[in-house]
């Protein structure tokens, strides 16, 4: 059975920590990006998702939101995945990911989001 509680590395070496699964299967955490951000304007960043139902999925999908703490500028990231098990009992999440980046106007709209 998967679950997300627990320190995360990606192999990008960004770390999530996930607190605590609530009983709604709500979870919060903070995440901070590996060397491979390039950004020493970084900070640790809160999270917050919601993950499937182990009862319903044993290998449950999962989403979770991170509003960066930068200096000089505002972006959210999505991510959405599913957390595997394999024979050996070792977790691995999958995920893919939209980064939205706050523009000054319409105008500049299309190069927002990544």
């Given at each position: 059975q998967c679950l997300l509680s627990g320190s995360w590395q990606s192999d990008t070496s960004s770390r999530m920590v996930v607190f605590t699964l609530e009983k709604d299967n709500r979870f919060s955490g903070f995440y901070l990006p590996g060397p491979a951000a390039g950004n020493s304007g970084l900070l640790t960043s809160p999270l917050e998702g919601s993950q499937?139902?182990?009862g319903l999925a044993?290998?449950?999908?999962?989403?979770?939101?991170?509003?960066?703490?930068?200096r000089g500028t505002a972006r959210t990231t999505v991510f959405l995945g599913q957390c595997y098990v394999d024979t050996n009992g070792?977790?691995?999440?999958h995920a893919l990911?939209?980064?939205r980046e706050a523009k000054d106007s319409p105008a500049e709209d299309w190069k927002a989001t990544w």
């Amino acid at each position: 059975q998967c679950l997300l509680s627990g320190s995360w590395q990606s192999d990008t070496s960004s770390r999530m920590v996930v607190f605590t699964l609530e009983k709604d299967n709500r979870f919060s955490g903070f995440y901070l990006p590996g060397p491979a951000a390039g950004n020493s304007g970084l900070l640790t960043s809160p999270l917050e998702g919601s993950q499937q139902d182990t009862g319903l999925a044993p290998q449950p999908t999962f989403s979770f939101t991170v509003n960066w703490q930068l200096r000089g500028t505002a972006r959210t990231t999505v991510f959405l995945g599913q957390c595997y098990v394999d024979t050996n009992g070792e977790e691995t999440l999958h995920a893919l990911w939209l980064l939205r980046e706050a523009k000054d106007s319409p105008a500049e709209d299309w190069k927002a989001t990544w």
